[in-house]
């Protein structure tokens, strides 16, 4: 098949592959889809899971058996802490959150087997070192303003106890200092000791979300905040505090 290629498309099948790890008949089938775009090529790659089928489910079910509970058939947290050791990274790592996303999984803290090989196929790797080998793209995919929205969402079902609607206030303090430590959201502290002093309670979805718009509308020093805009009364609340304790200049 490749003897009737040209030079820049052999090179192209040939890139393809070390970078996927798919076998050449499925380059082949990925790059005649796009028209020899790489980028293209790639976007097919990992959207379609039939294409996709290249990567070796018997690895993945290994990986699967070497992380989950004997017992059940689920990782859970001593299983994610060993994940994380041969991953070397620190179960708070943030990386941890942006996996779990691509896994799609329900609750913080446990994979199903489904969520498990399902998320490592759409990643298109079936080893630790090439999911290593992928943890730098996925710190990147918080700097991408979508993609930080659907996770900074996804964290709010992801984090919160099962059967409950909205997120303890301590798990929810938590999720913001993880997540806008990457985003340098400066009031973080003080959100989160607003909440502390004023709130005392439960996070609710609307609140959360809320809360992003606010962070990504409003400069840090407040000065394009209209207090006649439609805010939640928490968030009102929160800059009245920022200002009656000299952390933002007076608005009046």
């Known amino acids: ?53 290249f990567t070796d489910t018997r ?3 290994e990986l699967f058996k070497r992380y989950k509970d004997p017992d059940v058939d689920m990782v859970f947290v001593e ?36 969520e498990f090989i399902g998320g490592l196929q759409s990643l298109g790797v079936d080893s630790i070192p090439k999911l ?7 710190r990147n995919e918080l700097r991408d303003e979508h993609k930080f929205h659907e996770i900074y969402n996804f964290a709010f079902s992801w984090a919160r106890e099962k059967g409950q609607k909205s997120l303890a206030l301590d798990t929810a303090l938590g999720m913001w200092r993880l997540l806008f430590s990457e985003k340098h959201w400066p009031l973080v502290e003080h959100w989160c000791q607003f909440l502390q002093v004023r709130h005392n309670k439960a996070i609710s979805r609307d609140t959360w979300s809320q809360l992003l718009e606010f962070v990504k509308n409003i400069d840090p020093q407040l000065s394009n905040y209209d207090e ?25």
Not at 9 to 20: G, H, L, N, P, Y
Not at 132 to 138: M, T
Request: hydrophobic share 40%; net charge negative.
């Open 132 to 138: 290593r080998e992928k943890l730098p793209s996925l």
């Open 59 to 61: 690895h993945l079910e």
């Open 228 to 252: 006649e805009g439609a805010w939640p009364y928490l968030i009102d609340e929160f800059v009245e505090y920022l200002t009656e304790n000299g952390i933002v200049p007076s608005r009046k």
């Open 1 to 53: 098949m490749m003897s009737k290629l040209g030079r820049g498309q052999k090179d192209k099948v040939q890139q393809f592959m070390a970078i996927t790890g798919a076998s050449e008949k499925v380059a082949l089938q990925a790059l005649k889809a796009s028209e020899w775009h790489l980028e293209g090529a790639f976007d097919i790659f990992y959207s379609q899971p039939q294409i996709r089928a």
């Open 79 to 114: 299983g994610i802490s060993l994940l994380c050791n041969d991953l070397q990274v620190d179960p708070q790592d943030i990386v941890m959150l942006v996996l779990s996303w691509h896994m799609k999984a329900a609750t913080m803290c446990e994979f199903s087997r489904q």
